[in-house]
């Protein structure tokens, strides 16, 4: 019932920048925290970016003072503005929320289907 729809991502050069969306449907009641990771061939998913329902984010070592992730309650909808784009950032990266369904008094984490980020150089 709960659906994480990822958009954004694509083929860019070191240098330069894009801005990934995700948007949550479904039976939703309430959404707590929302976050990025991402996983590059061969190699463990980790936490890209993160924030909870009252805005404090935290970030990967990797990404600080290069990526920015907000979010807009009203829709659903978790950003990540990506900056100054290295050949490391290259990998699949997917949403994350935390979501309380209808009929259940609880949250669960859900997945998005992720969505491919390259950096050439």
């Known amino acids: 019932q709960v659906q994480l729809v990822e958009s954004g991502g694509g083929l860019v050069q070191a240098g330069g920048s894009l801005r990934l969306s995700c948007t949550v449907s479904?039976?939703?009641?309430?959404?707590?925290?929302m976050g990025w990771y991402r996983q590059a061939p061969g190699k463990q998913r980790e936490l890209v970016a993160g924030?909870?329902?009252?805005?404090?984010?935290n970030y990967a070592d990797s990404v600080k003072g290069r990526f920015t992730i907000s979010r807009d309650n009203a829709k659903n909808t978790v950003y990540l503005q990506m900056n100054s784009l290295k050949p490391e950032d290259t990998a699949v990266y997917y949403c994350?929320?935390?979501?309380?369904?209808?009929?259940?008094?609880?949250?669960?984490?859900?997945w998005g289907q992720g969505t491919q980020v390259t950096v050439s150089s």
């Open positions: 994350n929320a935390g979501v309380l369904r209808k009929d259940n008094s609880f949250y669960t984490d859900h």
């Open positions: 479904g039976s939703i009641l309430s959404i707590n925290a």
């Open positions: 924030i909870n329902s009252g805005g404090t984010t």
